[in-house]
Structures are given as C-alpha cells and as structure tokens.
C-alpha cells in the first residue's frame, strides 16, 4: 500500500482514549445521523465550510472553522462527483431560482495556489449545471483578464460592475453571489443593498464575525452531541476564554490576557488530571478575527506574555491585509498526535463540506512545527485524504486503525462544527 492510501501515524497507543471514543461513535452512527438529520431540518448548512481538526489522542476537536474555504484544488479529485451533488443541493436549498452562479474572489491575483482554488470550485459549479463566472472587485483588474496555471487549467477574473440593484460582469447576470472573499477589510460597497441572493452572508465576513462568537455556538452544540453518545463534552470541545481589547504594540490589556491564561491553563490541568492525561497544557492565543494563520501564538506560561519581544508583539499587532488585531481568543491547545511519511512530519486533518455533506479534505503537514504548534504557516504542504470511501462512510467490521472508521471521526466532529457556524449564521442575519 502506497503512503497516500494510508492514514498518518497516531502516535499515541491505539488502544487508548481516541480509538475508545472511535469505537463508541461507530456503534452509535444510526442515532448520531438521525440527530444530525434533525439539526439540519432546522438549521440551514452553510453553503460550504472547512474545519481545522485536532487529534492529540485523547481528545479531537475543532480549532477553526472557515466559511470561505479556499483549498479545494487541494481535495482528491476521486470526489469530485460528491461534491458536485452537494453543489446542487446547496443551491436548492437557497429556496430561490438559480442558473447563474458568480464566484466573488480574493484579491490574490500573484498567488497561484490561490487561483487553483478558484479554477476547481468554478469547474464544480459549473459541472454541477451552472453557469459560472468569476467577478473580482480588486482594482487591478480593469479588463477581463486570464491567467494561466500550473495545473493546465486558467482563470478569467472579470471586474464586478454595479447595475442599478444588481451587480454583473459584462453582460453576465448572475442569481446567486459565491463569496470567496472572505471580507477581511470589510464589506465591499459594491455589494451593499443587492437584490441578488448573496452566500454567505457579509455580516460572517471577518471584518465582523469572531471566532468566540463561532466557539460559543459550538460548545453548546458539543454539550448536546455530548448528551447523545453520553462523553465528557470536553474530548470534543476546545475550551476558552476571551477578554476584553488588547493593543500589543502598546501593552495595553496585557494584564487581562494573563489573568485569563492563567485561568485556562488552570482548567486545563484539571481536566488532564480528570482524563489521567500527562502533557503540559498549553494554550493558543488567537486574533479572534482574521484567518491565514496570522496572529497565532502558543503560550505555555502567562509569564511569557510579559516577556514577549517587539517581533512578537509586532507579529501578533496584526493580521490579513493589515486589519489591527484589537481582540483575541485564548483558546485550548490541543496536540496533534499524528505525523505524516517516514519523517514523521506533523499533520492535522481539514475537512471540507458543502452544505452538510462531507465532500473531501486533506491533511496539513508542516515539517518545521511541532504538535504544539500552529501548523498554518508558511512552509505547510497539503496531502489529500486517502478515501476509499467518503468521510460517512465507516468500516464497521474493523477493530485496527481503519482509516475509514478515523474518517468518519472526523466527518461527525467538523459536522458539528457546521451545525454551529450555522446556528451562527441562523443568529447574525
């Protein structure tokens, strides 16, 4: 068997806690998709999201939910037949007629990894029956401009144009507007008061959306979830705590920060000494706006808040596209237990849904970080999960490290952080 059919390394005992609460979930799949069955008749998915995922053993959870998930160049393209179905339904579920479909993307016109995101989604859509263009609001571009990549594929960015209360690009009329965009500067005037079905919605934008919001919602998702398989909530659920704005560059919340460290790392220790868990906690300071991984820092010690040098301040001052980072979560930290290859690299699985189908995803491996670290960094490479199924699809004949059955894990956990990006959603409109 080749390296990309395999699942990485767990580098805990497999017959510990991970393959206890595997087990538990697979013999308790017929009640956890009726629940989930339930939770989507009364909550609209959004219409694509991807999950960070973190497996220390003893505990998975999800560490970032994305709702403007740009990597699905990087999703096996055996499923792409999966996606394409879940497309459709997406679009059904929009409750509105839709055969024009435009994709409103990043401005990342030089970033080739960007664009071949771009390029898969659009030929997606377009497979799954709509037609599909691309409308950028970057000043850059002026005139329909086509660029060429690596994969053979290209993109035809278009500048987005306002006509009366609707935007087009040329003389493409779209029903339905696909931000890729995931707002960071704010919401483009462009789009302000368009009569055209807009997913999702500009007020999850990270101009406004936080990531404490979004974890909030998750608890108490977790809590249910929880009550049905009957675990402890926290091997699912990261905890929390955030406070009030912080200046970095000034010093200014610093004290607030620490208190509320201290009170994590505290939390933490108790629930290790609980589970019978020997790791040091740590925890992950986070802008509680802004993605990329910018604006991330572990913190073992809240001494080390104290001591934090220029270039660290400097670093975490700010994220994508220059926004000032004036809050932040201060988030459990949760190991990663799985190394990729024969390097034992570091990995973490991310998992990509469209409306509430799992449709794929991949791990993230960074070579130069350790599990306790941020792996959303420069010098990360993506290697597609290896299905021999999809994600709900578990192997129940299987007692060893079946990758199906650690899939499917994978597949209920960032479900529920679906259902709790759209209760989000559900709340903000």
Request: charged share 25%.
């Amino acid at each position: 068997m080749n390296e990309i059919a395999t699942v990485p390394h767990l580098t805990t005992a497999l017959t510990g806690p991970f393959q206890s609460l595997e087990r538990l979930m697979l013999d308790k799949q017929a009640a956890i998709e009726s629940w989930f069955r339930n939770a989507w008749r009364e909550t609209q998915a959004p219409f694509y999201a991807s999950v960070d995922l973190r497996n220390a053993g003893y505990k998975i959870a999800p560490v970032d939910t994305n709702l403007f998930p740009a990597g699905f160049n990087n999703l096996n393209p055996a499923f792409e037949s999966l996606c394409i179905h879940a497309i459709q339904m997406a679009v059904e579920h929009t409750g509105k007629p839709i055969d024009k479909v435009l994709i409103i993307p990043e401005n990342h016109t030089r970033n080739l990894f960007y664009l071949e995101n771009l390029a898969s989604l659009q030929t997606m859509i377009e497979k799954a029956g709509f037609e599909t263009r691309i409308g950028s609001i970057s000043a850059d571009i002026e005139t329909p401009t086509r660029i060429d990549l690596e994969s053979s594929k290209s993109v035809l960015l278009e500048s987005l144009q306002r006509d009366q209360n609707r935007v087009v690009v040329g003389d493409f009329n779209p029903d339905l507007i696909l931000l890729n965009n995931d707002l960071s500067a704010g919401k483009p005037e462009i789009l302000n008061d368009i009569e055209q079905v807009i997913t999702p919605p500009m007020s999850l934008g990270w101009s406004k959306r936080l990531k404490s919001d979004h974890f909030a919602f998750y608890q108490r998702v977790a809590q249910e979830f929880a009550a049905l398989i009957d675990i402890d909530p926290w091997l699912i659920d990261p905890m929390f705590r955030n406070c009030g704005e912080v200046n970095f560059m000034k010093r200014e919340g610093i004290d607030c920060l620490s208190k509320n460290v201290e009170s994590l790392l505290e939390s933490i220790r108790s629930k290790y000494k609980e589970h019978n868990i020997e790791s040091e906690p740590f925890v992950m300071v986070k802008a509680d706006a802004g993605t990329y991984g910018m604006g991330v820092m572990t913190i073992r010690n809240a001494d080390e808040l104290a001591e934090l040098n220029r270039k660290e301040r400097t670093k975490m001052a700010k994220t994508k596209e220059g926004q000032k980072v004036t809050q932040v979560i201060i988030q459990e930290g949760v190991y990663t237990h799985e190394t990729w290859g024969k390097e034992d690299t570091v990995a973490e699985p991310v998992v990509y849904m469209m409306d509430h189908q799992v449709v794929g995803g991949f791990y993230r491996v960074h070579e130069k970080r350790s599990a306790s670290q941020n792996l959303n960094a420069p010098g990360m490479r993506f290697e597609p999960l290896a299905f021999d199924d999809c994600c709900i699809t578990p192997d129940l004949s299987q007692d060893d490290d079946c990758r199906q059955n650690r899939f499917y894990t994978y597949g209920v956990i960032a479900r529920l952080a679906l259902l709790a990006a759209a209760r989000e959603i559900t709340n903000a409109v």
